[in-house]
């Protein structure tokens, strides 16, 4: 067990709604990343934070935003839903925001948009 | 795309054989990690090598860094079906904000069979 708890594990929605992915990172860790996994694109960086601020953004897509409050739990939103926003997202924690250290993954949130 | 990519694919050995699998990236890393992924779950943290190290041993798992040809290595000696899961090499990269980030593979699925 990692410690990192993601919830909802499955997620069916239609196209056009909106959603929102909890995340609850490893106790003491300050920094939470959201990954995208999809079959065709491999594990796709969306968008970090440290310590409630956003310390980092990579291929997150405008439909789609995140925060980190206080208590360090995270939110990543998702809107105007695609078919091909499918995917496994996955939410990572660690103590502090550095490559030098190991993430931590959630078993993720399986979303399938119809 | 700052991402290694893994090679091969897909791989399938017998129970008691080893296993071995490339990672290869296109820019200077200070360190590169590997996780392991059982189907449906989180990335699992499996060992990281700095770039001024060569090789780094885990248990059965045997790590080598070539940064002269940007490849690593894993090497898992005496496969189990537990073994049996895709495994991801990732390496740190720099944005475009400067900030550091973790960018993964697509991974190797490796099957062992009893």
């Known amino acids: 067990d990692s410690g990192v708890t993601q919830t909802p594990k499955h997620l069916i929605t239609a196209t056009g709604q909106r959603v929102t992915l909890r995340c609850s990172p490893r106790?003491?860790?300050?920094?939470v990343y959201w990954y995208q996994q999809s079959l065709d694109q491999g594990l796709q960086f969306l968008i970090q934070?440290?310590?409630?601020?956003?310390?980092a953004k990579g291929n997150i897509l405008e439909r789609f935003s995140a925060q980190q409050f206080p208590d360090l739990h995270s939110e990543l939103n998702l809107s105007s839903l695609e078919l091909g926003d499918s995917a496994l997202y996955f939410c990572?924690?660690?103590?502090?925001?550095?490559?030098?250290?190991?993430?931590?993954f959630g078993n993720g949130t399986r979303l399938t948009v119809t | 795309s700052q991402q290694g990519e893994e090679d091969p694919q897909a791989l399938s050995i017998q129970e008691g054989e080893n296993a071995t699998m490339n990672c290869s990236y296109k820019?200077?890393?200070?360190?590169l990690q590997w996780y392991r992924q059982n189907s449906g779950r989180g990335l699992v943290h499996l060992i990281l090598?700095?770039?001024?190290?060569r090789e780094k041993h885990s248990g059965r798992l045997r790590v080598t860094l070539d940064t002269s040809k940007k490849s690593s290595s894993l090497l898992i000696t005496a496969s189990r079906a537990a073994d049996t899961a895709s495994y991801f090499c990732?390496?740190?990269?720099?944005?475009?904000?400067?900030?550091?980030?973790?960018?993964f593979g697509t991974g190797t699925r490796l099957t062992v069979i009893p």
């Open positions: 934070y440290y310590n409630g601020e956003e310390r």
């Open positions: 820019t200077s890393i200070n360190n």
């Open positions: 990572a924690s660690s103590v502090v925001p550095s490559t030098n250290s190991p993430l931590h």
């Open positions: 106790s003491g860790d300050l920094s």
């Open positions: 090598i700095r770039s001024n190290e």
């Open positions: 990732a390496t740190d990269a720099q944005l475009e904000t400067g900030a550091n980030n973790l960018f």
